[in-house]
């Protein structure tokens, strides 16, 4: 089975566990700009996604009742790694400040605001299978963005293609970027 498509599996696996325990989580990264599209457009290492942090421990149990293995990494109030099959899930954890604006919700940069408008794509698809998913204008400045938030992570080729890519889609749709 080609990567893709273990990939795939397993983002239709954690939809289902989500969806059963009533949990929330959206595509972000490669495979929601793929899911926007409609499209496999390139290879993913990993699979991003964004979760509530309230809903973490819930999906935690969940996942790991459906064969998903702990992977150590970023801080636990930051972000939840899991792989399965030899491939990484990555679900980063998002609160809301006073204002209800979605912030990250642990680790350095606590508090620290996401794009607005971040959460309000709706769902994409890749043929039969659909996913809420990051909007697309919020993963251009989020890729644009992370080396001036976390110098530590440099630009990389394929972030600059997938901002082009994503550019291109919005202006055939008619749809702003900024």
């Given at each position: ?5 273990q990939?795939l ?11 059963t ?8 990264g ?14 993913h290492?990993?699979?991003?996604w964004?979760l ?19 992977v ?19 679900f980063?954890l998002?609160?809301r ?5 979605v ?11 996401w794009?607005?408008?971040m959460?309000?794509a ?7 299978l ?18 001036i938030w ?8 394929k972030?600059?293609e ?8 919005l202006?055939v ?6």
């Amino acid at each position: 089975m080609r990567r893709a498509d273990q990939q795939l599996r397993l983002i239709a696996e954690a939809m289902e566990v989500a969806e059963t325990l009533g949990v929330t989580v959206w595509l972000r990264g490669g495979w929601a700009m793929d899911f926007f599209l409609g499209e496999i457009t390139r290879d993913h290492e990993d699979i991003d996604w964004f979760l509530w942090a309230d809903d973490a421990s819930a999906l935690a149990g969940g996942l790991l009742r459906h064969g998903y293995q702990p992977v150590p990494g970023p801080p636990p109030d930051l972000q939840l790694d899991f792989a399965k099959d030899g491939l990484e899930n990555s679900f980063t954890l998002l609160g809301r400040d006073a204002a209800e604006r979605v912030v990250v919700a642990g680790g350095p940069w606590a508090g620290a605001h996401w794009p607005e408008g971040m959460l309000d794509a709706g769902p994409g698809r890749i043929g039969g299978l659909q996913c809420a998913i990051v909007s697309p204008q919020a993963q251009i400045e989020i890729k644009r963005m992370m080396p001036i938030w976390d110098p530590s992570r440099p630009r990389r080729t394929k972030d600059a293609e997938d901002i082009a890519r994503l550019e291109a889609a919005l202006r055939v749709r008619g749809e702003r970027s900024e």
